[in-house]
């Protein structure tokens, strides 16, 4: 399986960003999508995560509310929407995917993107 994301940029805050990833999987559906993200001199974290199998979707704390996930099955695409961006929010996104997993732990998902660039400034 391999994922292409795309879409990070520079914004200025308050700003949104549209971030997507293609997944070379026949069955897109029936994975689960994330993204995690990773800011200078930070740990990686997650961000947020769908499973379209069970009908859910989980964010972390920080961008509860400013961010959305969501996917077209029919691309084999899953994006993150982001709104309200804050000089925070800066990262290279990572989209993530897998079979069976669904939570926040990065080294569970079998599956990693290239990573997209965020910069947002103040």
């Known amino acids: 399986v391999q994922l292409q994301a795309s879409g990070g940029g520079s914004v200025q805050a308050g700003g949104s960003l549209r971030l997507s990833c293609t997944s070379s999987?026949?069955?897109?559906?029936?994975?689960?999508m994330g993204w995690f993200r990773r800011a200078p001199g930070q740990e990686r974290e997650f961000v947020a995560v769908?499973?379209?199998?069970?009908?859910?979707?989980y964010y972390q704390t920080s961008v509860k509310g400013r961010f959305t996930i969501s996917r077209d099955n029919a691309k084999n695409t899953a994006y993150l929407q982001m709104n309200s961006l804050t000089p925070e929010d800066t990262a290279v996104y990572y989209c993530?995917?897998?079979?069976?997993?669904?939570?926040?732990?990065?080294?569970?998902?079998?599956?990693w993107g290239q990573g997209t660039l965020v910069t947002v400034s103040s």
């Open positions: 769908n499973s379209w199998r069970h009908d859910r979707t």
């Open positions: 999987v026949r069955t897109f559906s029936d994975y689960v």
């Open positions: 993530v995917s897998d079979p069976t997993y669904y939570g926040g732990t990065a080294h569970e998902y079998d599956y």
